[in-house]
């Protein structure tokens, strides 16, 4: 992994011999010193790359496919951990979903609404959608953002086979499910009208239609795109105000 390894691992090896030799010239004090300069030389030398790649600036990207349920949840929140301990610029979810389960689609958008490190969810690539559960998540982001030839929407809650609730509880969760996506709206600034729409109608709206009714931010073409739009922009976060500096990093 690391050039001259070999070499190096050789050494180590040959002085470490050395310093143990029954006759070796070196007091106990001088050897107990140098023992301790040059493990810390080692252990430099191991995590020093890792800890300089962890603190160069970048932006950590997900990819979010399939269906949102307990497993999606547990991946959002562990790279938002690590997010947070790696000091990351942003995180992009690049997200491709017909829906999920309204328990997880919570559970992430909570996750979005409280975290330190700014969030984008892209709705990418062209073609993709954020359906049902999706459109909770997009719309809890801090940027939403839609690819060209995307749609969000058709959030009113079915069974887990798809199929229609028992009127009372359709009621309920229904009721429920549009005051989530209005507190969603307010937190972030979007259109809580056409967002409960989405929920009360089963509503689904294209990439344009999302920016002209102002139920996301904006359309990106790309990733790049993304980020150049969202360069030198203020972002509040749990943590506070932040500037993004976007330009010229890479995301991984």
């Known amino acids: 992994m690391f050039s001259g390894d070999e070499q190096y691992t050789v050494s180590s090896f040959m002085m470490l011999l050395y310093l143990n030799r029954p006759n070796n010239p070196l007091s106990m004090f001088r050897r107990r010193i140098f023992l301790a300069?040059?493990?810390?030389?080692?252990?430099?030398?191991?995590?020093?790359?890792?800890?300089a790649q962890a603190q160069t600036p970048h932006i950590l990207l997900l990819d979010v496919n399939g269906?949102?349920?307990?497993?999606?949840?547990?991946?959002?929140?562990r790279a938002l951990d690590q997010a947070v301990e790696d000091r990351s610029v942003m995180v992009v979810i690049e997200l491709d979903t017909p829906g999920g389960l309204l328990s997880s689609t919570r559970d992430i958008v909570q996750l979005l609404l409280d975290s330190p490190v700014p969030v984008a969810v892209y709705v990418s690539p062209q073609g993709a959608r954020a359906g049902s559960a999706g459109t909770f998540i997009t719309a809890a982001a801090n940027?939403?953002?839609?690819?060209?030839?995307?749609?969000?929407?058709a959030a009113t809650p079915v069974s887990s086979t798809g199929g229609d609730l028992e009127e009372t509880l359709a009621s309920k969760i229904e009721n429920d499910a549009a005051a989530l996506i209005r507190s969603i709206a307010q937190e972030r600034g979007r259109n809580e009208?056409?967002?409960?729409?989405?929920?009360?109608?089963?509503?689904?709206?294209?990439?344009?239609?999302?920016?002209?009714?102002?139920?996301?931010?904006?359309?990106?073409?790309?990733?790049?795109?993304?980020?150049?739009?969202v360069d030198r922009l203020e972002v509040e976060t749990s943590a506070g105000t932040r500037t993004l500096d976007t330009l010229d990093i890479e995301p991984r």
């Open 67 to 77: 269906i949102i349920n307990p497993v999606k949840h547990r991946y959002i929140s």
């Open 143 to 153: 940027f939403a953002v839609m690819a060209p030839g995307t749609n969000i929407g």
């Open 193 to 229: 009208d056409k967002l409960e729409e989405t929920v009360r109608k089963a509503a689904s709206f294209t990439a344009k239609e999302t920016v002209e009714f102002n139920m996301v931010d904006f359309i990106a073409e790309d990733l790049d795109d993304l980020l150049a739009q």
């Open 37 to 51: 300069v040059f493990a810390a030389m080692m252990l430099m030398g191991l995590f020093g790359p890792l800890l």
